[in-house]
């Protein structure tokens, strides 16, 4: 017994760490040799930083922007950059650059894709697409007209388990995913609510579920599902650090019950604050086999359905699947990504690979991965599950925009 649970762990193990042939099982870009170089524009000097454009060899970092000079200068440095501009409007004024990426606070995403967008740029911007539903209209509708290419620059989708769980769904191992949900804890995110003098940044009071894309994309990049209903609950303690918010917030967190088109459940949960271990993770539950990602500094683990049968405390009868440690592959080192990128990076290594398929989906001339019916099933769901929430817990329909 215990001679066959050894050999099929090493089984197990052989296969996550195998290679395959990964560019068309999982459907995003494998690198591959053109000469041509892509002239981007970099915008937001804090996130920005972390996303390896000058690796890339088919971009070049024709200019950056920020508001701030000290920003502006650590773009400069960062990206081997001569060129920087005091706005995006002047940025956009640049004949050279073809393509933006934007880092700029949550509330500006909407109005700078579309001013971008119309200037002729194609787009890249950080999570999440919009804050309201009549701003997903609109960039859906700017999208379309301009016929440019827009990414929503999304982590979970290129996370190392959401890649692994993708790559299993795709060869059938879970059977049916009944179920699923995804939990993203940030607690502490109040340090950001203010600058050092004292004036509140965009985060101030920000509804957990207007961010929920470090959530929802856990599911939909695997499976594709859409969520169409929601009922969702608020938390709050009635924090002074709450009061006079500008989106009139009372949740620190939020837990969203969704229901997708396929009929099955995903639970979604939020949080800012309390005694919960910070991370960004997901559960697919399957009648063959489940798959639990990791939480900080633990593994990642699979349990399978066997023919073994055993009793609960009770003596009555229950079936006893197997639980094991799952060791997955490190995607970042694979020909997934150009050989300049193999390296670790933010937010489980995912952000070379989102600079990479942004610059390779416009120099293939193909959809990204995250184009913009995807950016927005991934943001829509958060604004109506807040809406829920305000409503304490109605349930409410999703739109579409597929």
């Given at each position: 017994m215990r001679e066959n649970l050894l050999n099929r762990r090493k089984f197990l193990a052989l296969s996550a760490s195998t290679g395959l042939a990964l560019s068309s099982r999982f459907a995003f870009a494998a690198p591959f040799q053109s000469e041509r170089k892509l002239r981007v524009g970099i915008v937001g000097g804090r996130f920005g930083l972390g996303f390896f454009f000058n690796e890339h060899p088919n971009c070049t970092v024709e200019a950056v922007s920020d508001l701030l000079p000290d920003r502006r200068a650590a773009l400069m440095k960062t990206y081997q950059c001569t060129k920087s501009y005091e706005s995006l409007e002047k940025l956009l004024k640049d004949p050279k650059i073809e393509a933006v990426a934007l880092f700029t606070p949550a509330p500006d995403h909407a109005r700078h894709v579309i001013q971008s967008l119309k200037a002729g740029k194609h787009v890249l911007c950080a999570v999440p697409a919009a804050l309201t539903i009549e701003e997903c209209h609109e960039v859906h509708k700017t999208v379309k007209s301009t016929g440019l290419t827009y990414m929503m620059a999304e982590t979970s989708v290129f996370r190392g388990d959401t890649i692994t769980a993708k790559k299993l769904y795709k060869e059938g191992k879970f059977g049916t995913i009944f179920s699923?949900?995804?939990?993203?804890?940030?607690?502490?995110?109040?340090?950001?609510?203010?600058?050092?003098?004292?004036?509140?940044?965009w985060r101030h009071g920000l509804p957990p579920m207007l961010y929920p894309t470090h959530v929802t994309a856990f599911l939909i990049a695997v499976t594709g599902e859409r969520l169409t209903h929601v009922t969702c609950q608020g938390w709050g303690d009635d924090s002074p650090m709450l009061k006079g918010n500008p989106y009139k917030n009372p949740f620190w967190n939020e837990a969203a019950f969704f229901r997708t088109n396929q009929g099955n459940s995903f639970i979604g949960e939020v949080c800012w604050k309390g005694a919960l271990v910070g991370c960004e993770r997901g559960e697919w539950r399957g009648d063959k086999m489940s798959y639990y990602s990791q939480y900080k500094h633990n593994e990642t683990h699979i349990v399978e359905a066997t023919e073994k049968k055993g009793t609960d405390d009770g003596g009555f009868s229950i079936a006893e699947p197997e639980m094991q440690i799952y060791k997955e592959t490190v995607w970042w080192k694979t020909d997934l990504l150009p050989a300049p990128m193999r390296h670790d990076s933010g937010h489980g290594g995912s952000h070379t690979f989102i600079t990479h398929e942004f610059i390779d989906s416009i120099i293939s001339n193909r959809e990204p991965i995250v184009n913009i019916r995807e950016a927005l099933a991934y943001t829509a769901p958060g604004i109506i599950a807040h809406e829920s929430a305000l409503k304490n817990g109605e349930y409410l329909k999703i739109p579409s925009f597929d």
């Open positions: 699923s949900s995804a939990q993203y804890y940030h607690p502490g995110l109040e340090v950001l609510y203010f600058e050092k003098d004292g004036k509140p940044t």
